[in-house]
């Protein structure tokens, strides 16, 4: 089950596990919206591959915004 944290008519935070659902596709996030700006935060290879599953479904490259972090 997905769970949205936060909603209100800006912003909309969902919490999606790995175990339950596999690894995060466009497609998933795309169902949940109907927004054309995309804010991705995660590892880069992660952010890498979303951004290119976005630009296959028809997100613009300049509507995919980044916040890139590592573990260390």
Do not use: H
Request: proline share 4%.
């Amino acid at each position: 089950e997905l769970v949205s944290y936060i909603q209100n008519k800006n912003i909309r935070v969902y919490s999606i596990c790995e175990d339950t659902f596999g690894f995060l596709k466009a497609q998933q996030i795309a169902n949940l919206t109907n927004s054309s700006k995309i804010l991705i935060c995660g590892p880069p290879p992660m952010m890498n591959n979303l951004k290119k599953q976005f630009i296959e479904i028809g997100i613009k490259k300049y509507s995919i915004y980044f916040e890139e972090f590592t573990i260390s």
